[in-house]
């Protein structure tokens, strides 16, 4: 069963991130073709799969969390022109169709990630 999910925490208020924008595309070659768009939930993830297991294709795919625009909007700590604006993340999703999930933790200044389950 293949599918891909994804989530937000926002390390600098110690909660998820609400409202984040964030993109799927999928390498065609030199380009990228659109497959997913979504915003976090108050839990920070997405109301749905960016990627079902049927429309699961093996390839190479970068998830862009438009996070400038989420801590501008949050205000408090974060600066009016945070350093980070669009986190792109690339990776490979394999043939064997398996579960990925890729969520990102941030701050205004830093991120990190990893392949969850």
Known sequence: MGG?????????????????????????????????RAVTNADGRCDAPLLSAEGFVAGVYQ????????????????EASPFLDVVPIRFALAADGGHY????????????TYRGS
Do not use: M
């Not at 924008?21 to 659109?34: D, F, K, M, N, Y």
């Not at 862009?64 to 989420?70: I, K, N, P, W």
């Not at 999930?101 to 990190?112: A, E, G, R």
């Open 101 to 112: 999930h890729v969520p990102l933790v941030v701050t205004p200044w830093s991120y990190s």
């Open 4 to 36: 891909l999910t994804t989530h937000v925490l926002d390390t600098t208020r110690g909660r998820p991130a609400a409202g984040v924008v964030i993109e799927l595309e999928r390498r065609q070659g030199e380009t990228w073709q659109a497959v997913a």
């Open 63 to 78: 998830l862009l969390f438009h996070v400038g625009a989420y801590f501008r909007e949050a205000g408090g700590s974060a």
